[in-house]
């Protein structure tokens, strides 16, 4: 546009850049955005049954069995709570809707991290909670029944110190201190772990490969082209840099809880568990605290690579059709079956880990149905922990991409048959991975 008098251009000013969001204020856009989006009650209200559920499991097996049968499950009923709240732990840093978003903001890596990390304390938070809850029986046994259990020797000396035993208080203290080391685990630890390596696949130099490697899916190579294999920086996949590093550190955290397991009712450990349990934590803290200064810099690069990748948008998408299982089930749910297979087909594209899960949960049970073991207490885990699992794929089932709402009030389909297929797949995955090896596993235990 030019002036009519003076022939000159005008040049409109260019909008002056956004400034750089503050820490202060990016939590409470953080708060105000999960204020919307509302579930904090429902959350809160989880924890609460979940430890009281806990609690009277624990109560009815000191009551009914044993003190040492009673931790046995409230161990159990822990594992679950925080293997569940590990697996969790990559949907509160970079496998969110709003990753790509917060990526393109003038959002500091520093304050990027903090967020991340002040999400991952709230659910490590939600387990502890569950776990002491599921503890407090403990304080309410009989004194003398918990020094008859929890002493070193059966038969008393005749002269003397007394045998080492705990008090009620004491062995409510043992299990808190478990509970309060392993929520350090989830808070610290595990993000740290997962934060590294998302920061291996981020500085990748082939980002189609990465995404087609997490995806699954081939990419498209120029006639005549060698296929070279996928790595990430001195790493194998990037795949199994994304998955296998932060499950390997959940197997460290979970050995090392089975070796000082004895020590919470005064028997003797396989390791020392104050040293252990302190290793642990110190590691734990070491590690959120180095990382803090190296990856939160670049952690604006691991929001928008790795969600880029968990989206599939830069991979050739390759949906295979129904197995043979899920033809028949198909059948099976009549009108539905369209719907069904749609499901089906996204699922296990988008969460293959659904069934690599499901496949480690058959085995573990199988191996509990011939193992036959005198406690209920890892049948219990397991079940508990398949359980959370199956309502994670519930949800799933319903949100995108493998449920697109907006659109599918669009088409020829009602909504109750939609329903009725996401039933029928939820229905079919407990029933193949869960429900055979646990009618065995439940046979053999009883």
Known sequence: MTDTLTSTPIR????????????????????????????????????????????????????????????????????AAFALTFMRTPFQIYWRKDAALLAQLPIGGTILFDGALRRCARAALAATLVAIVGAIPFVLLDADRVGAATRTLQAMPIAGDPVPRFTPLELFGTHAVLAVTLGLVAACFIPGISIYAASLVARSKNLLQVATAIGGAPAREPQGAATRPLTAPGMGSAGAVLGALPGFASSVVFVTVFLVAP??????????????????????????????????????????????????????????????????????????????????????????????????????????????????????????????YAISLGRRLTRSPIELARLSSTLPISLALRRRAKIAWLVAWVAVFVAVPAVFAIARAT
Request: hydrophobic share 55%; no cysteine; net charge positive.
């Open 12 to 79: 409109t000013p260019a909008p002056p850049p956004l400034p750089p969001m503050s820490s202060a204020g990016f939590l409470r856009w953080e708060r105000l955005r999960e204020s919307r989006e509302g579930g904090a009650l429902a959350r809160w209200i989880t924890v609460v049954v979940a430890g009281a559920s806990l609690a009277g499991l624990t109560a009815w097996r000191a009551d009914a069995v044993t003190i040492a049968s009673a931790s046995h499950v409230w161990l159990a009923g822990t594992l």
């Open 263 to 388: 020590a919470l009712i005064n028997a003797e450990a396989h390791v020392d568990p104050g040293p252990a349990l302190g290793v642990v934590a110190g590691v734990s803290i070491a590690l959120i605290v180095s990382l803090r200064q190296k990856a939160a810099a670049t952690m604006g690069s691991i929001l928008r690579d790795v969600s880029a990748l968990d989206r599939q948008r830069l991979a050739t998408l390759e949906i295979h059709p129904p197995t043979a299982i899920e033809r028949g089930v198909a059948k099976l749910v009549g009108a539905a079956g369209l719907a069904y297979r749609k499901d089906a087909r996204l699922m296990r594209r988008r969460y293959p880990m659904a069934y690599a899960l499901g496949a480690l949960a058959f085995i573990v049970l199988g191996i509990i149905a011939i193992a036959e073991p005198s406690e209920p207490a890892w049948l219990i885990a397991t079940l508990s922990g398949v359980g959370l």
